[in-house]
């Protein structure tokens, strides 16, 4: 099923032509040749081909991950169709444009697309996984209602919500209303308007004055957590070493066990970590105490699944003069097909 074959295409001019028709450009490669090091032309790239597709991997510069990159390109090619990935627009999350590197790695598998909900429009029933990335805004109630309804017709969605809007430069965060919580906690789970602050973190520079002269310093700060603490059995999660958060808050999921559903912990902070609420001052300055670092295990990251209650089981949805398409109310369903929703306390790390 699989024949594979080596070219070199410095050989012939037509080989270097028919290398750069497939995408794979000449690198210069240093070489000993009787002992002396030279500089020379090479062709290190992979181009598969089936039926009338073709992937390629331009440039091969590591074995390390050589076989998840076949893998994933045979995978595309022969793939009947690729499942969509949408993403959420309207209620301020970033452009793709903004996660770029992100939307490169899934468009290796996925067809990546964005989905509006305005006017009306109900997430599309192609759409297999619903991605909800840091949003700044108030989420509207008929909004809520038809993302409701798509989780209630079996689709997935992924709540990656920041509850507190803080910047490295402002040294100060506030709470954002999101008016989501009521739609999470029906799922079993709540993303508290907290900051979790880790030992376990990653360091800033700061200018810091000595003498006459100001230096920049290398100091932790702990409100960026590198999260090292993964569930091992998760296939989402289990190979992965750390992951840098920027602010992130905690999850409540002790409600999901009173609806019948399962929440996993993906992600939780280290043995030494603690959380902040109220006011938000984050200066990389603020002298810390043992005792702000008194909690272990934090949830930073959870799945939920089961068959899910609807938000608006016995519940009228509010609408507004911006709702241009009529949305239909009278057949809501109630509770769901069995699904899954992965919630956590943060996005912006994915930019």
């Known amino acids: 099923n699989f024949q594979y074959e080596f070219i070199n295409p410095g050989e012939k001019e037509e080989r270097e032509q028919e290398a750069q028709r497939y995408g794979i450009p000449p690198v210069q490669v240093q070489v000993l040749k009787q002992d002396k090091l030279q500089v020379e032309k090479a062709y290190m790239g992979l181009v598969f081909l089936y039926g009338d597709k073709q992937e390629r ?129 029906s799922y079993g789970v709540r993303v508290n308007s907290d900051l979790v602050r880790d030992a376990s973190c990653a360091y800033v520079n700061v200018q810091q004055q000595a003498g006459f002269m100001v230096i920049q310093n290398q100091v932790p700060f702990y409100y960026l957590p590198q999260a090292s603490e993964f569930d091992k059995t998760s296939p989402i999660v289990k190979d992965l070493r750390s992951v840098v958060l920027y602010f992130a808050s905690s999850i409540d999921t002790s409600i999901a066990r009173t609806k019948g559903l399962q929440a996993r912990v993906l992600l939780k902070s280290s043995g030494r970590s603690g959380r902040q609420e109220g006011a938000f001052v984050i200066s990389a300055a603020t002298h810390m105490t043992a005792d702000m670092f008194k909690e272990s295990g934090i949830p930073l990251a959870v799945t939920v699944e089961g068959s899910f209650p609807s938000a608006f089981s016995g519940k009228a949805v509010a609408m507004d003069s911006t709702v241009k398409t009529p949305i239909d109310t009278s057949n809501k369903m109630t509770s769901g097909k069995p699904s899954k929703i992965v919630v956590m306390g943060g996005g912006d790390f994915l930019q």
């Open 57 to 185: 991997l331009p440039v091969i510069q590591s074995t390390s991950n050589l076989e998840y990159e076949i893998s994933s390109a045979v995978k595309k090619l022969t793939a009947k169709e690729l499942k969509k990935v949408g993403f959420l627009t309207g209620q301020g999350e970033p452009a793709l444009q903004q996660m770029n590197r992100f939307q490169e790695m899934l468009s290796k598998q996925y067809t990546v697309t964005t989905v509006d909900l305005a006017g009306g429009t109900p997430v599309p029933f192609d759409v297999a996984v619903l991605l909800i990335v840091a949003p700044d805004k108030p989420f509207k109630s008929w909004e809520k209602f038809l993302i409701d309804q798509y989780l209630m017709k079996g689709g997935k969605v992924a709540f990656l919500l920041k509850k507190v809007n803080a910047t490295l430069q402002m040294q100060m965060g506030q709470a954002l209303k999101l008016d989501i919580d009521d739609l999470l906690e």
